[in-house]
């Protein structure tokens, strides 16, 4: 494998040097039609990828082609999901797609066949859910359970929690909330107290979630549940689990009700698909669902094997957002699902996509000279528009713009107000923001015109159920490692958090001097 | 008044020649500790801003305070409250201020004394409020109702939402939750369907918010409501009251329980002191509650009249976001409150900043030549810790932030682990932060480099309550403003909402072509 740095790749000389596509006149008129109807590439489980209102023509898609081949892009991924040690920073494979699905060779560790592993896992989960909701596996009163607690902070909370609001509507709807889900995760004691306070404690099941079994806020909330489970009169025994890796201090916790496992090829922000997303989500919608759910992101996965760039929706859209980032360098991308289930999406794509690509060194360690991932952000349209969306569209700083939409609501239940329903005004304002954005308006007025220009590109879908869900997760899960190829650096350490911790165990251990010991006299810890 | 451009200042260019502050020396050993007792700034109800790790020192305060002077900035305050147009767009006054309390003379308009105005507004919320509470006003059947919920969207949703949410928990704990209370504002009928669904209608009163009365998403979402009041059987008489200005069409309807009114001097994103916030959380947690918010705002509004850079935190904390916005290029700012009550806090300043200063023409209209207001996002510490701070930390684009953090938690419910409790372990995370992004580290390891120089201030407070959140919100609202004055801007404005709105009613009445048409028929929108 060739691992090259981006700005010693022919082809992003010849991106750098080609003149670069007015949007305004690119989108207006037929030639606006013509680009919506041709610029769109088929994802998985029917979603679409629409690209048209991207700073692309024919010619720069030849380019980040040529680019995609010069950086191996559908290669390196072809090594990372045989197994090879892409994590370089840690020496490890990189699993997460084995979660769902087999895309290429048997990959083992230590004898252990990982495609097996995390089958055996979804289906020791899936026993344990499908007692719980059967009744087989009771509390201490033998009653039911009703709740599921996760109790994890970051990877082993965002990821979860976005899917499980993305899902909990439709959920209510179709018959498949089985379990309530409840989430703790900041070490501030007013989450865990609050969340506690609204939890039925005897019928609840708290996940502990850390997969190295040492994160503070997780081992502190922990203490905190226990606490409180013994305060309501219950066993701990009959109401606490771990999802964490086998050689953890969590695992195997005799005092649990089980532990299901994770391992080190799986980091944080990618460990949706694993035990990590699995417990709490089989808990609370079955294990059918959480298995469509991972059926969606399979789909996707396969199709990112195609190296074709107009054929590949999570390579283009990488490819696009690099050269957004090092040829117009925009610092950061607003991720806008006209969707309120997805109200936390953003939330996890933005750790995904800052804790993976936020590095100032290659895969070497060398340092780089290019800028590498944008910062990500967003709110759920229509709410944005009514909020910052001003900005985007008359502000001096050009943000380029992901929306995510749906055909069909996910409840179902409208009304019709000035002869259109409220789906029809939802699916009309993306689309009019969209077209606003590329191509602005003049006016006579200067506080009227808005200069247009501004990028931004739409995954379509019919309705937002477990298959879609999985699809849209793995497409940006897929978008992030192409960059991350593409820059040429490692996304799957994080090495960026070490240092906070390390100064944050020395303000506890009262080890300050200078300025840490003003600011922690300034917060009277002590 | 001098209404003139950045550029088209003196200190301006002194600022860019100066030299810039070496952030890891100046915050390392004694010079750092000196810092951190000196660059502090007391604000109102006890609060201290803190700005020892932003890129400054004496001569570089002396420079920002030339700047203010030459912009004029507190004497723009001043004629901004004394009720000067100083909305030019929309040739209005700006009076979101005086709705907490007189800070220069009095103000008029059409005969009436605005300051009256908004008092007899709070006088009469005060007195629904109480008939509500103490059982006066009941609902069809003679029983209290239990619930508020607010239809608005943007202004009339963020603000309410996140100061609700600052304060549920103290509320809670302290006896003063009156009534739980719940938020509609997306036009996607999956919001509105599902906060329904868990709103118990025969005990509800629904505000409908909205200062034109034609808010596309409100109305809809009204009508949805209504809807649902009379499946569940109940009188939409008993159930519905508005907030909105006197001249729109919502006001003052006989089939609601009774009409609050704002003005056209309050844009939606100012508006969380007026009618628009005070009936939502007077509901939810009593006027009297209510009243210590405006309290404390009011106190820190008086503070930010003090011409002194020195002395006022508002006015310097805008001048050294004009500084790093300007001068260093850094696109945007993060906002990091290390408590999980402000969890929604920033995506109500992402609103007030951004759509108060994301514009591309000075007051005049003129088209500028420097940057403006910057992208503002963030999420709770220490969750954001495990999420995209490693960007934050070796990312290649630095990014200013915004700290909040207080000595106290708000239930005052901890656990201790490891010999520190729980919120001795969120303030040791956040001076921590502090100090490793300033100062960074060296490393054999490229890969464990911290560059450091990442600038950021912190704003400490003892406990969140009424009186800190309100001075928080007014620090906030007066740092846009003085932003907005620094840039020429008018910050009271929002024209570029306008042309998504054109737009998305084109497709609604099927009137499109080119592009719109291809996305309207991608979307299936008929």
Redesign the interface.
């Known amino acids: 494998m060739n691992w090259k740095n981006l700005d010693a790749t022919e082809s992003f000389e010849l991106l750098k040097a080609h003149d670069r596509v007015d949007l305004s006149t690119a989108?207006?008129?037929?030639s606006?039609?013509k680009?919506?109807?041709e610029y769109?590439i088929p994802m998985g489980c029917g979603l679409?990828y629409?690209y048209?209102?991207k700073q692309v023509d024919d010619e720069i898609l030849d380019i980040l082609q040529a680019l995609a081949d010069e950086q191996q892009l559908t290669q390196k991924y072809e090594e990372l999901y045989n197994g090879g040690i892409v994590n370089t920073?840690e020496s490890r494979m990189v699993l997460h797609q084995l979660c769902r699905g087999q895309l290429g060779k048997d990959v083992f560790h230590n004898g252990v066949n990982k495609r097996e592993f995390f089958v055996t896992q979804q289906n020791r989960i899936a026993e344990f859910a499908n007692k719980v909701h059967n009744g087989e596996l009771l509390n201490e009163k033998g009653e039911k359970y009703n709740t599921v607690v996760q109790i994890g902070?970051?990877?082993s909370?965002?990821g979860p929690r976005a899917l499980y609001i993305a899902l909990?509507?439709w959920a209510?709807v179709t018959g498949n909330l089985k379990m309530e889900a409840k989430f703790i995760?900041?070490?501030?004691?007013?989450?865990?107290?609050?969340v506690l306070?609204k939890v039925d404690i005897p019928h609840a099941i708290f996940i502990v979630v850390s997969k190295s079994g040492t994160?503070?806020?997780t081992?502190?909330?922990e203490?905190?549940v226990k606490?409180a489970i013994k305060a309501a009169g219950c066993e701990v025994s009959k109401h606490m689990a771990a999802v964490t890796s086998e050689t953890s201090p969590l695992a195997g916790n005799p005092e649990y009700l089980d532990s299901f496992y994770m391992d080190d090829f799986i980091g944080?922000?990618y460990s949706s698909s694993s035990a990590v997303g699995g417990a709490v989500l089989s808990l609370a919608f079955g294990p059918e669902i959480f298995a469509r759910i991972l059926n969606g992101a399979a789909e996707e996965d396969k199709l990112a094997k195609n190296p074709n760039v107009r054929e590949n929706a999570d390579l283009l859209d990488a490819l696009i957002g690099v050269y957004e980032r090092n040829v117009f360098g925009y610092?950061?991308t607003a991720v806008l699902p006209?969707?309120?289930?997805l109200s936390r999406f953003p939330?996890h794509l933005?750790?995904l996509d800052?804790?993976s690509?936020?590095?100032?060194?290659n895969r070497f360690?060398?340092?780089?000279n290019?800028?590498?991932?944008?910062?990500?952000?967003g709110?759920?349209?229509?709410?944005g528009?009514?909020?910052?969306?001003?900005?985007?569209?008359?502000?001096?700083?050009i943000?380029p713009m992901q929306f995510v939409?749906f055909?069909k609501?996910?409840?179902g239940?409208?009304?019709e107000?000035?002869?259109?329903?409220?789906?029809?005004?939802?699916?009309?304002?993306?689309?009019?923001?969209?077209?606003?954005f590329?191509?602005?308006?003049n006016d006579e007025?200067?506080?009227?015109?808005?200069?247009g220009q501004r990028p931004s590109s739409?995954i379509?879908g019919d309705q937002l159920i477990p298959e879609t869900l999985g699809a849209l997760l793995a497409h940006f899960e897929n978008k992030v490692m192409f960059q991350g190829f593409t820059w040429n650096i490692?996304s799957f350490?994080?090495?960026?958090?070490?240092?906070?911790?390390?100064?944050?165990?020395?303000?506890?251990a009262n080890d300050t001097?200078?300025?840490?010991?003003?600011?922690?006299e300034?917060?009277?810890?002590?």
Do not use: C, W
């Open positions: 989108m207006a008129g037929e606006g039609a680009r919506v109807a769109r679409v629409s048209a209102a920073g902070i970051g990877g909370d965002l909990e509507n209510r995760s900041n070490v501030d004691p007013d989450d865990a107290s609050a306070e994160t503070l806020e081992l502190t909330n203490t905190f606490n944080g922000r610092p950061m006209y969707s309120q289930a939330a933005q750790q800052m804790e690509n936020g590095k100032h060194v360690g060398e340092k780089l290019y800028q590498t991932g944008p910062i990500i952000y709110e759920p349209g229509t709410n528009q009514h909020s910052f969306y001003q900005l985007l569209h008359q502000g001096t700083q943000v939409g055909r609501s996910q409840r239940d409208d009304v107000i000035q002869g259109t329903t409220s789906q029809q005004k939802l699916s009309a304002n993306v689309a009019a923001q969209i077209v606003a590329a191509t602005g308006k007025n200067p506080n009227k015109v808005f200069e739409i379509v490692n350490d994080q090495e960026g958090v070490q240092l906070g911790k390390v100064l944050a165990n020395k303000v506890l001097d200078g300025a840490l010991a003003g600011y922690s300034m917060l009277s810890i002590f």
